[in-house]
């Protein structure tokens, strides 16, 4: 994590750290001004607050109510050598809490983090460099060396260069886009199964996780993960680019072509081919207009569309990037050291998520992987063995249906929950598809974060229902059938083998897509300097399901993004009309203004809390329509997950505006009270509220070029960095060209 730190007045300094800021000061003695902790103050709190963390964790996992738990820190000093500290962390458990759990408790403690890393000593380097922005310095293992030599470094099946070297390269391009990429964490809580989260350390919004058998191959995962989010504009996905991006030359890439509606908002001809047409369009309801894409929102310009190759025969088609957005999520795009690395990589997460969706839809019962089989990768085995001991089940399952397809899974249950994952791996190595099953079952998890999966179910509608495969997609929480742990499975177990070198095997996945009668379209970016595709299989590799075009299409945010950000500028008009298409949209009330306008406030703000429901409430107030608001109040508190402070605002506003409307009572008899119950600052702002003097309480004033969104800013300075470079080498190439001419 960067923590950037400021001068401010005296020696009052200011930290800022992802949406955060923090101030230290010293005491009066020391001649601060003593308006904040001092710096020490704060290292010495957090070793105390990281303790009663893991505490609540272990609580939490099983019921356990802490609110008579205490736990307190004293740090004691050696007299003789003041950096000689003794940390006694003292908790004080109630009575009826078993021998056990308080163990567990004395155990979770001991796993403090802050705690670990002192006792560890970090190691302090100390560095002057010319621009503290402008170093681009990763923080990751290794740095570019040259070429690797033939057979040096470590080299693991599916890579076309040792670990360090794809690390060193990595890195070396995310440097020379001004990325600095910091790990922000590690895990390896089981053998053989290592996990990280690496991001942008300016735009914290831009992060990957990565997953290996080994640090080093954890690593190179997460790194190639980052250059194909970027390379594909995944991190960018549903949000504004701002003006400027948005009345650029290009707005995506520059090979990126725009194309007009045609009549009655009809498609225009140069985009999709007919095949792609009768699977987005199969009842004829997709107009031109839902084809705008979000990320700059320019109607005028018309239909921004990206080039594909399409695999049969070469033919360029173009994809609106409204579409790709709003179907695939991150689906279907890789980077590798070669492009046949990252095809293979590419195609076999798309059968994994495919054969994943059908396996969990139709409740297919999965072979075992016999122990006989299993013992012949022994790292694997100890991994599975090791969450075994630790009192969780795990099946071990062949997910090839048969052997068609390179697809493997491993299922964890949880007997303290009753909660079940399952798990998928897919390559055209049996030992690599494995292997990926078990690493992507543990990636970023704790041993707590497995109590959070859902227990399975006979309700065929619940498994089968789209939005659960959503969820599998994105965080693998979705709900597992029953029928899958039945011990008498649907299909035979097959030893498959699918693997060659990577161009074999990238023909090799070609072929079955050729044979289930499936159509491709690949798009290749190398404009980072690594090779990165991005491949779409129409009516397969979809997330999303198509219909989302037409009736949950996250343009919808061009209704509303532009009155949003400018709200407290509109006169009662603009506000009433806002409000109409608010209740004529029927999105959900508790959807986040976040999501819909594509807008990244900072969530600790009451931006960043927002919802259509809250809106609403604040825009009737506006407009003097208390009823109404009354109303919404009283859904805001029934399902309020907003703070404190903000719930009691909403409590003190309930009140004031039911003897408001009361024709027998007078808000003067009671103002006294409610000024003693919620304080003078909230019924300042509540009464303010109700009689029109005070508008929109809480939000700051914004507008389209962003004012005071510094979150969403620094995402678009994220992007900036690759729209730049994107333009630069589209120069460099043009210039040769115009030469010849």
């Given at each position: 994590?960067?923590?950037?730190?400021?001068?401010?007045?005296?020696?009052?300094?200011?930290?800022?750290?992802?949406?955060?800021?923090?101030?230290?000061?010293?005491?009066?003695?020391?001649?601060?001004d003593g308006s904040a902790p001092g710096p020490f103050d704060y290292f010495l709190a957090s070793s105390a607050m990281c303790a009663a963390y893991f505490v609540k964790v272990y609580c939490n996992a099983r019921d356990i109510p802490t609110e008579n738990i205490r736990l307190s820190q004293n740090n004691i000093v050696d007299p003789e050598n003041r950096y000689q500290q003794?940390?006694?962390?003292?908790?004080?458990?109630?009575?009826?809490?078993?021998?056990?759990?308080?163990?567990?408790?004395?155990?979770?403690?001991?796993?403090?983090?802050?705690?670990?890393?002192?006792?560890?000593?970090?190691?302090?380097?100390?560095?002057?460099?010319?621009?503290?922005?402008?170093?681009?310095?990763?923080?990751?293992?290794?740095?570019?060396?040259?070429?690797?030599?033939?057979?040096?470094?470590?080299?693991?099946?599916?890579?076309?260069?040792?670990?360090?070297?794809?690390?060193?390269?990595?890195?070396?391009?995310?440097?020379?886009?001004?990325?600095?990429?910091?790990?922000?964490?590690?895990?390896?809580?089981?053998?053989?199964?290592?996990?990280?989260?690496?991001?942008?350390?300016?735009?914290?919004?831009?992060?990957?996780?990565?997953?290996?058998?080994?640090?080093?191959?954890?690593?190179?995962?997460?790194?190639?993960?980052?250059?194909?989010?970027?390379?594909?504009?995944?991190?960018?996905?549903?949000?504004?680019?701002?003006?400027?991006?948005?009345?650029?030359?290009?707005?995506?890439?520059?090979?990126?072509?725009?194309?007009?509606?045609?009549?009655?908002?009809?498609?225009?001809?140069?985009?999709?081919?007919?095949?792609?047409?009768?699977?987005?369009?199969?009842?004829?309801?997709?107009?031109?207009?839902?084809?705008?894409?979000?990320?700059?929102?320019?109607?005028?310009?018309?239909?921004?569309?990206?080039?594909?190759?399409?695999?049969?025969?070469?033919?360029?088609?173009?994809?609106?990037?409204?579409?790709?957005?709003?179907?695939?999520?991150?689906?279907?795009?890789?980077?590798?050291?070669?492009?046949?690395?990252?095809?293979?990589?590419?195609?076999?997460?798309?059968?994994?998520?495919?054969?994943?969706?059908?396996?969990?839809?139709?409740?297919?019962?999965?072979?075992?992987?016999?122990?006989?089989?299993?013992?012949?990768?022994?790292?694997?085995?100890?991994?599975?063995?090791?969450?075994?001991?630790?009192?969780?089940?795990?099946?071990?399952?062949?997910?090839?249906?048969?052997?068609?397809?390179?697809?493997?899974?491993?299922?964890?249950?949880?007997?303290?929950?009753?909660?079940?994952?399952?798990?998928?791996?897919?390559?055209?190595?049996?030992?690599?598809?494995?292997?990926?099953?078990?690493?992507?079952?543990?990636?970023?998890?704790?041993?707590?974060?497995?109590?959070?999966?859902?227990?399975?179910?006979?309700?065929?509608?619940?498994?089968?229902?789209?939005?659960?495969?959503?969820?599998?997609?994105?965080?693998?929480?979705?709900?597992?059938?029953?029928?899958?742990?039945?011990?008498?499975?649907?299909?035979?177990?097959?030893?498959?083998?699918?693997?060659?070198?990577?161009?074999?095997?990238?023909?090799?996945?070609?072929?079955?897509?050729?044979?289930?009668?499936?159509?491709?379209?690949?798009?290749?970016?190398?404009?980072?300097?690594?090779?990165?595709?991005?491949?779409?299989?129409?009516?397969?590799?979809?997330?999303?399901?198509?219909?989302?075009?037409?009736?949950?299409?996250?343009?919808?945010?061009?209704?509303?993004?532009?009155?949003?950000?400018?709200?407290?500028?509109?006169?009662?008009?603009?506000?009433?009309?806002?409000?109409?298409?608010?209740?004529?949209?029927?999105?959900?009330?508790?959807?986040?203004?976040?999501?819909?306008?594509g807008i990244e406030f900072d969530e600790n703000t009451v931006w960043g809390q927002l919802t259509i429901l809250e809106l609403k409430l604040l825009i009737n107030l506006a407009l003097g329509r208390q009823e109404e608001a009354l109303e919404r109040v009283e859904m805001f508190q029934q399902f309020n997950d907003n703070t404190v402070e903000r719930g009691l605002f909403y409590?003190?506003?309930?009140?004031?505006?039911?003897?408001?409307?009361?024709?027998?009572?007078?808000?003067?008899?009671?103002?006294?009270?409610?000024?003693?119950?919620?304080?003078?600052?909230?019924?300042?702002?509540?009464?303010?509220?109700?009689?029109?003097?005070?508008?929109?309480?809480?939000?700051?004033?914004?507008?389209?070029?962003?004012?005071?969104?510094?979150?969403?800013?620094?995402?678009?300075?994220?992007?900036?960095?690759?729209?730049?470079?994107?333009?630069?080498?589209?120069?460099?190439?043009?210039?040769?060209?115009?030469?010849?001419?």
């Amino acid at each position: 994590m960067e923590i950037k730190v400021n001068y401010l007045d005296n020696l009052r300094l200011e930290a800022k750290f992802d949406d955060f800021t923090v101030i230290s000061d010293q005491p009066i003695r020391y001649k601060g001004d003593g308006s904040a902790p001092g710096p020490f103050d704060y290292f010495l709190a957090s070793s105390a607050m990281c303790a009663a963390y893991f505490v609540k964790v272990y609580c939490n996992a099983r019921d356990i109510p802490t609110e008579n738990i205490r736990l307190s820190q004293n740090n004691i000093v050696d007299p003789e050598n003041r950096y000689q500290q003794i940390f006694k962390i003292q908790v004080e458990l109630p009575e009826d809490i078993s021998d056990k759990d308080r163990q567990g408790i004395l155990r979770s403690i001991d796993r403090c983090t802050v705690k670990k890393v002192v006792q560890t000593g970090p190691e302090f380097q100390i560095e002057v460099v010319e621009n503290i922005d402008e170093d681009a310095q990763a923080l990751l293992m290794g740095k570019a060396t040259g070429e690797a030599n033939p057979g040096e470094g470590t080299w693991i099946e599916g890579k076309d260069l040792p670990l360090e070297q794809t690390i060193a390269n990595l890195s070396g391009l995310l440097a020379d886009l001004g990325m600095k990429i910091e790990i922000a964490s590690w895990r390896n809580i089981v053998p053989h199964v290592w996990s990280l989260h690496v991001r942008d350390a300016a735009s914290p919004m831009c992060f990957t996780n990565g997953k290996g058998a080994t640090k080093e191959s954890a690593l190179c995962s997460a790194l190639g993960e980052f250059i194909e989010r970027l390379s594909c504009n995944f991190f960018y996905n549903d949000q504004f680019f701002g003006e400027q991006i948005a009345g650029s030359q290009f707005v995506h890439y520059p090979d990126e072509e725009w194309f007009q509606p045609g009549p009655d908002d009809a498609l225009p001809a140069g985009i999709l081919d007919d095949h792609c047409r009768a699977i987005y369009d199969p009842e004829g309801e997709l107009r031109g207009s839902n084809l705008i894409d979000t990320n700059s929102g320019r109607a005028e310009r018309g239909i921004v569309s990206l080039p594909f190759v399409r695999q049969s025969d070469g033919e360029t088609i173009y994809f609106p990037s409204n579409l790709i957005e709003n179907l695939y999520l991150s689906n279907g795009m890789s980077a590798g050291n070669t492009l046949p690395e990252a095809q293979v990589q590419c195609l076999s997460e798309i059968f994994e998520r495919a054969v994943k969706k059908q396996i969990i839809e139709e409740e297919i019962i999965l072979p075992d992987v016999p122990m006989a089989v299993l013992a012949r990768y022994p790292d694997i085995l100890e991994g599975v063995e090791a969450l075994e001991a630790q009192g969780f089940p795990v099946l071990v399952k062949d997910a090839s249906l048969g052997g068609q397809f390179p697809v493997m899974c491993v299922a964890l249950m949880n007997p303290k929950t009753g909660g079940v994952f399952a798990s998928f791996g897919a390559h055209p190595s049996f030992h690599v598809a494995l292997e990926r099953s078990l690493t992507e079952l543990m990636q970023g998890r704790s041993f707590e974060g497995l109590n959070d999966f859902l227990p399975p179910t006979f309700n065929s509608l619940a498994v089968a229902e789209p939005n659960n495969f959503v969820e599998h997609f994105i965080d693998s929480s979705g709900v597992v059938s029953w029928r899958f742990f039945s011990s008498r499975a649907d299909v035979e177990f097959v030893e498959w083998d699918f693997s060659g070198s990577n161009a074999e095997e990238a023909a090799g996945l070609f072929g079955i897509l050729e044979e289930l009668g499936l159509e491709a379209y690949q798009a290749v970016h190398e404009d980072l300097g690594a090779p990165v595709c991005r491949i779409l299989v129409p009516g397969y590799s979809e997330v999303y399901p198509v219909e989302d075009l037409v009736w949950d299409n996250t343009n919808k945010a061009l209704l509303f993004r532009e009155d949003i950000l400018n709200l407290h500028t509109l006169d009662d008009e603009r506000l009433a009309a806002l409000l109409e298409r608010l209740e004529e949209s029927q999105i959900d009330d508790h959807e986040d203004i976040i999501t819909l306008i594509g807008i990244e406030f900072d969530e600790n703000t009451v931006w960043g809390q927002l919802t259509i429901l809250e809106l609403k409430l604040l825009i009737n107030l506006a407009l003097g329509r208390q009823e109404e608001a009354l109303e919404r109040v009283e859904m805001f508190q029934q399902f309020n997950d907003n703070t404190v402070e903000r719930g009691l605002f909403y409590q003190a506003m309930h009140a004031v505006l039911e003897i408001t409307l009361d024709d027998e009572l007078e808000l003067d008899d009671y103002r006294h009270n409610l000024t003693r119950m919620f304080g003078e600052a909230t019924m300042a702002a509540v009464v303010g509220s109700v009689d029109g003097n005070v508008r929109f309480h809480g939000l700051t004033p914004t507008n389209m070029a962003l004012e005071g969104l510094e979150k969403h800013q620094r995402l678009i300075e994220s992007y900036q960095k690759l729209h730049a470079a994107r333009a630069a080498r589209a120069a460099r190439a043009a210039a040769p060209r115009a030469i010849n001419a």
